[in-house]
Nanobody, 123 residues
Framework: VQLQASGGGLVNTGGSLRLSCVASGRAFSNRGMGWFRQAPGKERELVVAISYCRQTYYAESVKGRFTISRDNAKNTLYLQMNNLKPDDTAVYYC??????????????????WGQGTQVTVSS
């Protein structure tokens, strides 16, 4: 499985961005998917995740502002980010689990990673 993330950029506080992650390979619809982010000097953290049966998990810091979705017909994962804040500045990575994995909350739950896309929110 290969993952290609895109859609990052520079935006002002309060702005919006939509990230996309296109997956190649098999069984996209059967995999859990997640968006992580890593800011300079910080650990990579899980932002949002969606299971193969579309259950979702949101970090408290992004609830009400970010929305994860998936289009299995297009093998694509999305992250709609609204009301962006400077603290959201980071490199964002998409990641995929092995098929039918139910645990999505740890980095070790994910077997495949995209290359990352930079999101910068100016104050």
């Amino acid at each position: 499985v290969q993952l290609q993330a895109s859609g990052g950029g520079l935006v002002n506080t309060g702005g919006s961005l939509r990230l996309s992650c296109v997956a190649s390979g098999r069984a996209f619809s059967n995999r859990g998917m997640g968006w992580f982010r890593q800011a300079p000097g910080k650990e990579r953290e899980l932002v949002v995740a969606i299971s193969y049966c579309r259950q979702t998990y949101y970090a408290e810091s992004v609830k009400g502002r970010f929305t994860i979705s998936r289009d299995n017909a297009k093998n694509t994962l999305y992250l709609q980010m609204n009301n962006l804040k400077p603290d959201d500045t980071a490199v964002y990575y998409c990641a995929a689990t092995s098929p039918y994995r139910s645990s999505l909350s740890e980095r070790t739950d994910y077997d495949y990673w995209g290359q990352g896309t930079q999101v910068t929110v100016s104050s």
